[in-house]
């Protein structure tokens, strides 16, 4: 699903149920046809008619068996990091005649862990679910929480859940990377993207070529670019920029460009595709080589104040395994 067509909760969050970002699996009354951590992947659901698996037909998500009693089946998630729920997507993509009825789902804030003393609230109601659709949820909240529970009634399978949410930014002693997804940092435009861009403000290094940003060859005057913005408004001291298995194919060379833009209103994404390329650079045009990670920080990123959003140039084309930028938030700094 395009970002477009996302609701309105789920655009300028990231999915706190993640696993790629780091959330897991806890718990689940029951596994049998399908595990747990396979709701939380990352890629959209797939069907492979006529596969099965020594429990039966292969499902592309979380799915109990037929329950013959009375209950239903719950399971836990820890979340890829504790954040503001905004909203949820329960997907029951492919699973037509073995989805729920309904689900409900409910939140703790419990760092170490839930445990039989946690308090849990309910932010989702009973509700019903269909067959091979998306479902989405609207669940505004200023409370912080770590992990869910989804209930669901009384059995079946659920492909993808999806929590989106705002990463909670908690105090640092030193500078943060304020371009990381799990502090709330976002990608917003490119120019090219034909090889992949979600996993460039990942966590990690990348664990192959199809790990980060990568664009296609360019044929023609130019360069590519990419807009990120920052988890808050911050001054930036230092920036990473890792070209981890690009060998053949990385940049010749970075730049980054900034720029404050508290306040504005409209199509972001329209209005920085249009404005980024006049920012400020804050670092000027560096060699970059091959699989490696390139480390810029003292005189050679210039102050440009406070900012919001940055704008990472790469030379010509190429590909980058992730992003990060290092920096102070600024007083009020939440963009």
């Given at each position: ?18 696993a ?46 037929r329950?013959?009693g ?9 979340l ?21 009825t309904?689900?409900?789902?409910e939140?703790c ?8 003393t ?16 998306q ?7 200023d ?18 859940l ?5 990463p ?6 030193g500078?943060?990377?304020?371009a ?10 490119f ?31 130019g360069?590519?670019?990419i ?20 060998k ?5 060379a ?11 209103t ?58 990060r930028v ?10």
């Amino acid at each position: 699903m395009s970002t477009a067509a996302l609701p309105a909760f789920a655009r300028g969050t990231i999915n706190l149920a993640s696993a790629g970002l780091g959330a897991r699996a806890l718990f689940a009354t029951d596994e049998f046809f399908g595990p747990l951590s396979r709701m939380l992947s990352d890629e959209p659901a797939v069907y492979h008619a006529g596969v099965y698996d020594a429990h039966g037909k292969w499902m592309d998500g979380w799915e109990t068996r037929r329950r013959r009693g009375p209950g239903h089946d719950h399971a836990v998630v820890a979340l890829a990091t504790s954040g503001r729920i905004r909203g949820f997507d329960v997907d029951t993509a492919f699973f037509t005649g073995n989805y729920p009825t309904a689900c409900a789902i409910e939140a703790c804030h419990a760092p170490g862990g839930p445990d039989e003393t946690t308090q849990w609230v309910e932010l989702l109601a009973p509700s019903p679910l269909g067959p091979s659709a998306q479902h989405f949820f609207d669940c505004a909240t200023d409370s912080m929480f770590s992990h869910v529970r989804l209930r669901i009634y009384p059995d079946g399978g659920v492909a993808r859940l999806r929590v989106y949410g705002i990463p909670a930014l908690g105090p640092a002693e030193g500078p943060i990377d304020l371009a990381s997804a799990l502090s709330g940092g976002q990608v917003i435009a490119f120019s090219n993207g034909h090889y992949g861009h979600q996993r460039l403000l990942a966590p990690g290094r990348g664990i192959n070529m199809g790990d980060g940003w990568e664009t296609s060859r360019r044929r023609q005057p130019g360069h590519e670019w990419i807009v990120v913005k920052l988890a808050a408004r911050a001054t930036v001291e230092s920036i990473v920029v890792d070209t981890a298995h690009f060998k053949g194919n990385y940049p010749d060379a970075c730049s980054l460009q900034a720029a404050d833009l508290t306040g504005t209103t409209g199509d972001l994404p329209t209005l920085v595709t249009a404005a980024s390329m006049f920012w400020q650079e804050i670092l000027p045009e560096q060699k970059l080589a091959a699989d490696r990670i390139h480390t810029f920080d003292g005189h050679l990123v210039k102050q440009a104040g406070a900012v919001t959003h940055v704008r990472l140039n790469i030379h010509p084309d190429g590909g980058i395994s992730r992003l990060r930028v290092f920096g102070h938030p600024a007083e009020g700094g939440k963009t």
